[in-house]
């Protein structure tokens, strides 16, 4: 019965959370990553009537902005 969920990296649209990517799938549970509503997990049979494969490409991943702190000054 494992046909019916989407393998790790695919690509998926969602009825209300739009587009993701399936970051662990099995026939119990789904871990999708939405692009706008961060990461969700699901009831894989629950959920299936809800999502289609999308044919998008993967998302390049965002580099966060870090920026370096200023050494604070030692004490002498």
Do not use: C, W, Y
Not at 25 to 41: L, N, Q
């Amino acid at each position: 019965m494992a046909s019916n969920t989407f393998s790790q990296g695919a690509q998926v649209e969602h009825e209300k959370f739009g587009l993701g990517t399936v970051l662990a799938s099995s026939e119990e549970r789904i871990v999708i990553k939405f692009d706008d509503h961060g990461e969700k997990k699901f009831v894989t049979n629950m959920v299936m009537g809800s999502l289609k494969k999308s044919d998008r490409e993967r998302p390049a991943e965002k580099k966060g902005s870090r920026r370096k702190k200023a050494a604070a000054p030692v004490p002498a």
